[in-house]
C-alpha cells in the first residue's frame, strides 16, 4: 500500500517499446496522469489488456494488470469486476481487438453496463502484426490484407455503443493529450460501462488517418452540449461518415450497474464473501 500520494513514476513500469510518434505515447500518459489526479495508486485498481500495441501497454503500466487474449479483454475485466466491485476496473484494447475479435463481447457489456472503462487505441489498423485493415479502417482502405481494397465498410463504434446501451460514450485524440487525461477522468469518475474511442495515429501503418488529418477534422464540443440527449448524441456519433469527429462526452446517463442488480454481490463484494466461506467443504467430495 502506497503511504503517500502516488506519483507518474510510481505507475510508470519499462520502457515502451511504440514506434516514436504513436499515439500510443499519450494515451499512456493521460492514464498515468488522470490516475495520479484522481488519487489512485497502483495498487487500487486493476487494468486489463488486450493483444497489439495498446497491450503491450500491460508491461508499461504498473498496477494490477492482466494481458488478457485477442478480443477478450471485456470478459476478463468483467470478471474482476464482479469479483470485486470495489476495484475500479480498466480494460485497454485496441479497435481490431476491441470492435473484431471482441465485437461480441463489446456489444454485451454494453448492454450489460457493466461498471468497466474501456480505452480504445483506434488507429483503424492492426499495428503489431504489420499492417491489416480492421473494422474502422475506411471503404477502399488498402492494406497487407486488403491490397485491391476493402470491400466493407466500417463499423461504427460510437453508435454501436450507444444503441447497446452504454451509459457512456466519449471520443478523443491522441494529439490532444489534455483533453484525453479530462476525457478518462471523466470515465473513471462514471458509475457504469464507459467507452472512450481514442483517435491514435498510427504513424508506422496507417498514413491515411495522420495528425494531420486529424487536426484538420475534430472539434470539441461545447460546454453546454447536453449529454443526456440520446438522439443528439446518435446525430452526433454519425458525423464520422461526413469525416468530422466531435471529442468530448457524447453521451452519459446514470443507470443501474450489472453488479448493482444482482442480490448476491450488491451488498458485499465476492471476495469477501470468501474470506468467510470454507471452500474444502465444496471440493471434500472430490479429492
Ligand atoms: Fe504505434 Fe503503429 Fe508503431 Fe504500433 S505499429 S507502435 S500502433 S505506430
Ligand atoms: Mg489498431
Not at 513514476?9 to 484522481?38: E, H, N, R, S
Request: hydrophobic fraction near 40%; proline fraction near 5%; charge should be neutral.
Amino acid at each position: 500500500m502506497f503511504k503517500t500520494m502516488a506519483s507518474i513514476q510510481d505507475f510508470t513500469g519499462y520502457q515502451p517499446t511504440w514506434c516514436p510518434g504513436c499515439g500510443d505515447w499519450a494515451i499512456g500518459m493521460a492514464i498515468k496522469k488522470a490516475l495520479v489526479d484522481l488519487n489512485y495508486s497502483p495498487d487500487q485498481l486493476a487494468v486489463v489488456f488486450g493483444i497489439g500495441c495498446s497491450g503491450n501497454m500491460n508491461d508499461f503500466l504498473n498496477a494490477y494488470g492482466l494481458h488478457s487474449l485477442h478480443g477478450r479483454a471485456l470478459p476478463n475485466a468483467i470478471g474482476i469486476k464482479l469479483a470485486n466491485h470495489n476495484l475500479p476496473v480498466l480494460a485497454v484494447v485496441g479497435d481490431g481487438d476491441c470492435y473484431g475479435e471482441g465485437g461480441n463481447h463489446f456489444v454485451h457489456a454494453c448492454r450489460g453496463n457493466h461498471d468497466v472503462k474501456v480505452i480504445v487505441h483506434d488507429n483503424r489498423v492492426y499495428g503489431l502484426t504489420t499492417g491489416q485493415s480492421t473494422p474502422t479502417s475506411p471503404k477502399g482502405y488498402r492494406s497487407k490484407s486488403t491490397p485491391m481494397g476493402l470491400i466493407e465498410i466500417p463499423i461504427n463504434p460510437l453508435a454501436l455503443a450507444l444503441i447497446s446501451g452504454a451509459t457512456f460514450v466519449a471520443q478523443s485524440f491522441a494529439g490532444d493529450i489534455n483533453h484525453l487525461i479530462l476525457t478518462i477522468k471523466e470515465a473513471i469518475n462514471h458509475k457504469g460501462f464507459s467507452l472512450i474511442n481514442v483517435l491514435q495515429p498510427c504513424v508506422t501503418f496507417n498514413k491515411i488517418n495522420t495528425y494531420q488529418y486529424y487536426l484538420k477534422r475534430v472539434y470539441k464540443l461545447d460546454k453546454n452540449y447536453p449529454k443526456d440527449n440520446f438522439k443528439l448524441a446518435l446525430e452526433k456519433t454519425l458525423e464520422v461518415n461526413e469525416e468530422k469527429f466531435p471529442l468530448g462526452v457524447i453521451y452519459e446517463v446514470e443507470q443501474p450497474c450489472f453488479h448493482e442488480q444482482i442480490p448476491q454481490v450488491s451488498s458485499s463484494t465476492l471476495v469477501d464473501k470468501k474470506r468467510f466461506f470454507n471452500y474444502d467443504i465444496l471440493i471434500k467430495d472430490f479429492i
